[in-house]
């Protein structure tokens, strides 16, 4: 059965800018020509990033005036990957939303909602440890020895105050991602294996209260064992945590390529 694609893209797109998240391309551009001051980092990255490729000499067959270093390989690779890993948490934050209105009000089983907050969250974790490395590798670049802790104290003392701070709510938003990711990574991934939890320990303390516990006489509804599980029902929490991370994602690779690009400048000052 073919499936209109274009309906499902459109739909997407809609429930994503209504929310704020728009594509990593738009932004630091205004119009074709014109820069945005808002979201500089992003036009530099673009106009002058840490290494620039010897087109010409592709095209004359001649070799590249200079070999990049190892740190401007490095600083290039984890651009470019942010900016892939954005566009893929993107399409899967599109497809929680879609999924979000359909949910059934009390059926455990995985739905398109789950698989899709899934996606999302796993990249942009990864997005996030791109961006970090990015900052480290830059500030090792400029004889800056420091750590995730130590960062922004070494940015503002560089100067970069603003793009410090902007960085701190980055990793704020990434530390959030990041627990929730590890909780169902390393915890319990599905909302089953929750109520199963939920059965067993509801079990377990009937047991050792020494109380029956038949399955035709049970205290505590099965519905209302689901219900227990607040943060997982909590749906729009949790497409808000992925949206609010996703922007806050954003302005942290703004503020990224604006601290790579002024302390290259003023290596070559």
């Known amino acids: 059965m073919a499936v209109d694609l274009d309906v499902l ?4 797109e809609e429930l994503l800018c209504s929310r704020g998240v728009l594509d990593v391309d738009t932004y630091g551009w205004l119009n074709e020509n014109d820069e945005d001051p808002e979201f500089i980092g992003y036009a530099m990255w673009a106009r002058n ?17 200079r070999a990049p270093t190892e740190a401007e390989q490095r600083l290039m690779e984890l ?4 900016f892939g890993l954005m566009k893929t948490a993107r399409h899967f934050i599109g497809h929680t939303l879609l999924h979000q209105p359909a949910l059934p009000s009390l059926d455990i089983e995985p739905t398109g909602f789950d698989f899709n907050w899934f996606g999302a969250l796993v990249a942009l974790t990864v997005a996030g440890d ?22 922004c104290d070494r940015l503002r003392e560089s100067g970069l105050g603003n793009e410090a701070h902007a960085l701190k709510e980055g990793f704020e938003a990434i530390d959030k991602v990041t627990k929730a990711r590890n909780e169902v990574v390393h915890e319990l991934a599905t909302l089953p294996a929750h109520v199963e939890r939920l059965l ?6 009937a047991s050792d209260e020494h109380r029956g516990h038949a399955p035709g006489n049970r205290e505590t509804p099965y519905e209302d064992v689901i219900r227990k599980d607040e943060e997982l029902s909590d749906v729009e929490a949790r497409a808000n945590l992925l949206c609010d991370c996703y922007v806050n994602l954003i302005k942290m690779g703004d503020s990224s390529f604006r601290i790579e690009n002024a302390l290259r400048q003023r290596q070559q000052s």
Request: charged share 30%; proline share 8%.
């Open 49 to 65: 990033p840490p290494y620039e490729h010897d087109f010409n000499g592709w095209q004359n067959h001649t070799p590249p005036g």
């Open 200 to 205: 067993i320990a509801s079990e377990r303390e």
């Open 79 to 82: 651009g470019h990957d942010f």
């Open 130 to 151: 791109r961006l970090r490395d990015f900052i480290i590798v830059t500030m090792r670049k400029a004889n800056k020895q420091c750590k995730r802790d130590n960062v």
């Open 9 to 12: 893209r459109n739909a997407t």
